[in-house]
């Protein structure tokens, strides 16, 4: 795992690039049922889909690697899920909570299929460097984001949750 840097506006926003098959965990996740979180297409959780990971899977050695990534050390993992958007699909401005932090994991990212923008409502969206296959975004939970429409003709693929503080 290598820290890359502090990329928020004012926010710590923090970046790292991982080293795992990520070719791999996108077959593993679209090798399983996509079971939607929500089928309101005005939810923000209309594109999110229950994660799973297998036994003895890449993915599971992300989920085992990110329980115990430095940062967790105060904080346990309280809900992870996948994200698949299709071409023409994005994400509408929301949050995760007052508490807490959220992490982003790029597992699939063909080029033109959307960018992760920090919505400051009246103070405008600040677009977020493109992120690469293997790149994990750690923000506060509390920041309002979005993700900009999928223009590619595949599909982008990334895994988010949050982890909670240990009182």
């Known amino acids: 795992m290598e820290y890359i840097k502090n990329i928020g506006p004012k926010i710590d ?3 790292y690039s991982l080293e ?3 070719k791999q965990i996108a077959k593993e996740i679209l090798s399983q049922p996509l079971n939607k979180w929500s089928e309101d297409p005005c939810n923000t959780s ?3 889909y229950i994660f799973n990971p297998l036994p003895n899977s890449e993915s599971l050695k992300l989920v085992e690697h990110l329980k115990n990534f430095a940062f967790s050390k ?8 996948s994200h698949v958007h299709q071409p023409l699909e994005s994400t509408n ?8 932090f959220s992490f982003v994991y790029y597992v699939q990212v063909p080029k033109n299929s959307g960018k992760f923008a920090v919505d400051f ?3 405008g969206r600040y677009i977020l460097p493109i992120f690469k296959e293997g790149d994990l975004l750690l923000f506060p939970s509390w ?15 990334s895994i988010s949750g949050n982890f909670k503080e240990i009182k």
């Open 143 to 157: 920041v309002p984001h979005l993700v900009t429409k999928n223009l590619s003709n595949d599909i982008r693929i």
């Open 20 to 22: 795992f098959d990520t």
């Open 13 to 15: 926003i923090e970046l």
């Open 46 to 48: 209309f594109e999110d």
């Open 121 to 123: 409502r009246l103070g």
């Open 74 to 81: 105060n904080h346990i993992i309280e809900d992870i899920w």
């Open 93 to 100: 401005t929301h949050d995760h909570g007052r508490l807490g």
